[in-house]
């Protein structure tokens, strides 16, 4: 596609309930981000997946949140029993190769609100 | 492990005026640094990078940056500000393959 695309954009659900968050690279990047973003909290790191490589979860801030890739493409982040302090807004990036010189492209993100 | 400290979480200017953002990272190994810019109801963009050579960077609407290796700083700067140019600006830095980000400086530019 022409660019990250994420769904849903906007997303309330209870406490305790599970979600899924969608995002679909662009076309051919073969690294895929996910980062949180909440206020005064900035943009934090959760995962990153880089072609067939082991993802690297150090971000990611509990076991209720866990991500996939499948087939090297789309890729889902799960958060299971959800706080009201998983509230904030959930970005996925794409890069061609995953190098750190390389720039991230940003999908526009999904607004999580846990009530 | 890295990490980024951008001191001013919020700038208000007025137009015309000059602006520096700062920002200093943790480590002062050999690293990539970037300026990424979301404005209102955008999604991230890059802005402007360092990855070698000169240590001054620049970007195509005017803002620059300078890699200080010494005081581990890449603060970011523009002359004359625009009302177009409010803001939130995030600074970051390569860890491996992936980049760790401050916390966000919110430019806002008065006229």
């Known amino acids: 596609g022409a660019g990250v695309s994420q769904s849903p954009s906007n997303k309330v659900t209870e406490k305790g309930k599970d979600v899924e968050l969608r995002c679909d690279p662009i076309s051919g990047h073969t690294a895929l981000y996910w980062y949180r973003q909440s206020l005064g909290q900035g943009l934090e790191f959760l995962i990153y997946?880089?072609?067939?490589?082991?993802?690297?979860k150090s971000g990611l801030p509990s076991d209720r949140f866990s991500a996939e890739r499948t087939g090297g493409s789309v890729s889902t982040l799960t958060i299971q029993r959800t706080q009201q302090e998983d509230s904030a807004v959930y970005l996925c990036?794409?890069?061609?190769?995953?190098?750190?010189?390389?720039?991230?492209?940003f999908g526009s993100g999904t607004q999580l609100s846990v009530l | 492990a890295q990490s980024v400290t951008q001191l001013d979480s919020q700038v208000p200017v007025f137009e015309e005026a000059p602006v520096e953002l700062r920002c200093n990272y943790s480590?002062?190994?050999?690293?990539?640094l970037f300026w990424y810019v979301q404005y209102p109801n955008q999604g991230l963009q890059l802005l402007l990078k360092y990855l070698s050579g000169s240590t001054l960077v620049e970007s195509i609407n005017g803002f620059e940056a300078e890699f200080n290796k010494s005081q581990t700083s890449f603060h970011l700067r523009k002359p004359s500000v625009h009302i177009s140019d409010t803001a939130e600006y995030f600074c970051?830095?390569?860890?491996?393959?992936?980049?760790?980000f401050g916390q966000g400086t919110e430019l806002s530019v008065k006229p």
């Open positions: 997946f880089q072609g067939n490589s082991a993802p690297d």
């Open positions: 480590s002062s190994v050999s690293v990539y």
């Open positions: 970051a830095v390569s860890e491996g393959g992936k980049l760790i």
């Open positions: 990036a794409s890069s061609l190769g995953g190098q750190p010189n390389e720039k991230l492209f």
